[in-house]
């Protein structure tokens, strides 16, 4: 984005803005609900094997924990470091208010988050080994889940289904090492190649004879969970970008949906949609309210953002305006 900044103008330039915003959601909502996901069907989840939701919890901790202290580190560099830029011009989010404020003081609060589970859970959190350990992790789950794999599935699609209330039959999870589907766009950097390379799912919303699908495909189930989420976040975040024309979305699409920048998204989105949850009512249905939210123009959806951060009372206000 910022080597053709001269190039966007400030209409463009606020739906890129805003589908980056989009982005943290998703991902915020997917990194979030994927720590405990398995707990929502943790009797069922017994019932194939006792020992997978203790295994569920160490892996989708050390999904995230490799950001701080795994290989990702040497991909991507200190997510601190990172954080500490937005206020140079080439930094890719200098441009979004809210991320070059708040970024960093997001990001710390999904470390400390991720931290502390890993503390409670007894998850691996030494520098070197998180990496390895994930790897045995995503293993012996592999090896375990070999037999069970239509049950998972569905118990993958009922966790959603009680989160988001979106039917089960409109959601597709498959476990398989056969991931890739739909439009998957090419890395633009070298970094991005090499993240490429290491992915273990992919989640996505495709059309079907009119009607839209959630496709999560994944290795194993903290990461089918994760995808599933992601992929539920974006269906209904797509009312926020469905009235944009082909070129607009186009450009807007090039601009923000880059592989570099999910782990980002992931480390600043976790902590703003845990913010986000706290000022949402209760009594309201999570999917509807999301809707209202990203049906807003991009400066008030900005607005909302900031008193989420800032002004959690405001925040409730506002959203109960919508």
Request: proline share 4%.
């Amino acid at each position: 984005m910022t080597s053709k900044a001269n190039t966007i103008n400030d209409a463009l330039l606020d739906q890129i803005n805003k589908r980056f915003t989009l982005n943290l959601l998703i991902q915020g909502a997917a990194t979030h609900t994927c720590l405990t996901a398995h707990h929502l069907v943790a009797d069922e989840l017994s019932e194939i094997d006792p020992s997978l939701v203790r295994l569920y919890d160490r892996t989708a901790i050390g999904m995230f924990m490799i950001q701080w202290r795994g290989d990702l580190v040497l991909v991507q560099g200190r997510p601190a470091k990172f954080w500490r830029k937005t206020h140079k011009r080439r930094h890719p989010f200098h441009r979004h208010p809210l991320l070059a404020l708040h970024g960093g003081e997001l990001s710390e609060g999904t470390r400390r988050h991720i931290f502390e589970r890993a503390r409670r859970k007894g998850a691996c959190r030494l520098h070197g080994w998180v990496t390895f350990n994930l790897l045995i992790m995503v293993g012996r789950l592999m090896w375990k889940e070999r037999r069970h794999k239509r049950a998972l599935e569905r118990l993958a699609a009922k966790a959603v289904e009680s989160i988001w209330g979106i039917p089960a039959y409109r959601l597709e999870p498959s476990l398989t090492m056969d991931t890739r589907f739909g439009h998957i766009r090419i890395p633009k950097s070298l970094g991005g190649m090499a993240l490429s390379t290491g992915v273990a799912g992919y989640g996505g919303v495709l059309r079907f004879d009119d009607a839209f699908r959630v496709i999560a495909k994944a290795w194993v189930w903290p990461i089918l969970s994760h995808e599933l989420v992601k992929a539920t976040t974006e269906l209904v975040c797509l009312h926020g970008i469905n009235t944009l024309d082909d070129e607009t979305y186009r450009q807007v699409m090039n601009h923000t949906d880059r592989i570099e920048f999910e782990n980002r998204h992931m480390q600043a989105g976790a902590e703003l949609w845990r913010r986000l949850l706290s000022v949402i009512p209760d009594d309201k249905p999570l999917a509807q309210t999301l809707m209202h939210i990203v049906r807003l123009e991009p400066k008030p959806l900005e607005s909302l953002m900031f008193a989420v951060v800032k002004d959690p009372d405001w925040a409730r206000e506002l959203i109960a305006s919508l």
